[in-house]
């Protein structure tokens, strides 16, 4: 058996492009899908990606550990960089895939079985839909609050808001006020039995992070994502030490050593990482083994396309310490046209059981996808009162 070529297929859905990556076989009928997805480097992707095929042209994507080593080490530079990792993780996925589908069972069949009976979805407010989530203002805690009552009517049990405003290294009051605002008006929505989450997306300096932290801690969140720069780790321990609220973090990582690094200052509680940017299922396994060794619970990040969160509910099926996964329904309206998954989603416990499909469980519709070819992303931008640059 070996690879005959690699292809990516790119589908529009505004904010970003997903990146979806197809190995062909030598064996007909026999693909694997993966995805590799990263906002404002499609090009970049698409053609890491070619690049790295030629590596493994002709070898045998059963050998899904030798190949990745390959796409790791060789060419010079390691794969530690996002480009490059997520190109890699991209192609990773689509080997499980062709792995699940040659034994005839699911991925997570592969790594053990299922550890769980099923796994609980939180949402984005407003469901994925950008203007709602990422453009909601803070100084509108009334909105955050409908929102969040939207919801739970669907069902959700959890959801994750960017009550947390653009702010500069060192600020007064008002950032903090409004964030305090908005999450205590979302409290006061939909009560004590909801579990809420607050991205702060890096946007604080590990000051105001902490700030941010000490001010959210009566409100009794899920965890509080991103508090400060992911380069900052002794920013994040320092915070995670002063709150009693979990901080969650890693999404921007990318490599095992990385993590080792977050881990071995507990810069956190939750590891967020990202199956499309940690180099996929393979160095995933091993960060997952390093969070056990550390007791850090796993909600991995998964804002992208329909393979990603095949990929993120295969993996929480077979690890232990996986607590939650991210989901998003309403980005763009052709998500599921795109797509049959092999997973069903209960609508009134947003809940999912084990997929029983080979691979991912996935077939891609490439005719769907084709109806949406790429289009630059929509751009994001922020600037602080003074015109200076700051985070997204």
């Not at 949402?123 to 453009?135: A, D, I, K, T, V």
């Not at 405003?165 to 007064?172: C, L, R």
Request: glycine share 8%.
């Amino acid at each position: 058996m070996k690879i005959e070529r690699i292809e990516t297929l790119v589908c529009y859905a505004r904010m970003r492009n997903w990146v979806f990556v197809k190995v062909i076989t030598d064996q007909p009928g026999l693909i694997g899908w993966g995805e590799a997805t990263l906002e404002w480097h499609t090009r970049g992707i698409a053609g890491t990606i070619e690049d790295l095929s030629q590596l493994l042209i002709g070898e045998d994507p059963r050998r899904v550990e030798y190949l990745w080593q390959m796409m790791w080490r060789q060419h010079f530079w390691h794969g530690s960089g996002v480009t490059r990792s997520t190109a890699i993780a991209g192609i990773d996925l689509a080997l499980w895939d062709i792995l699940g589908k040659v034994h005839g069972v699911p991925c997570h069949q592969l790594w053990g079985g299922p550890v769980r009976d099923y796994i609980r979805l939180y949402c984005h407010l407003g469901g994925g839909n950008m203007e709602s989530f990422y453009q909601t203002s803070t100084d509108n805690a009334s909105q955050f609050a409908e929102l969040a009552q939207k919801a739970v009517a669907d069902g959700f049990t959890a959801f994750k808001s960017m009550a947390v405003p653009p702010t500069m290294p060192i600020e007064g009051l008002k950032p903090i006020k409004a964030a305090e605002d908005c999450v205590s008006a979302m409290r006061e929505a939909v009560g004590d039995e909801v579990d809420i989450m607050v991205d702060g997306h890096a946007r604080p300096s590990p000051a105001m992070g902490l700030q941010f932290a000490q001010a959210l801690d009566p409100y009794g969140l899920y965890f509080f994502e991103e508090p400060c720069w992911p380069e900052s780790l002794d920013g994040l321990a320092r915070i995670n030490t002063a709150t009693t609220t979990p901080i969650a973090t890693g999404e921007r990582l990318t490599h095992l050593a990385a993590f080792r690094d977050l881990f071995e200052k507990r810069g956190c509680e939750i590891c967020q990482l990202d199956l499309t940017h940690c180099g996929g299922f393979t160095e995933a396994r091993r960060i997952a083994a390093l969070a056990d060794a550390h007791r850090i619970a796993l909600a991995p990040h998964n804002p992208q396309g329909p393979i990603s969160t095949a990929a993120s509910l295969e993996f929480g099926f077979s690890q232990p310490s996986y607590i939650i996964c991210e989901s998003v329904l309403d980005d763009v309206p052709w998500r599921q046209d795109v797509i049959e998954e092999g997973f069903v989603i209960d609508p009134v416990t947003r809940t999912v059981k084990p997929n029983g499909k080979p691979g991912l469980g996935i077939s891609i519709n490439e005719a769907e996808v084709k109806k949406h070819p790429f289009q630059q992303e929509t751009v994001q931008r922020v600037f602080y009162e003074d015109g200076a640059i700051g985070d997204w």
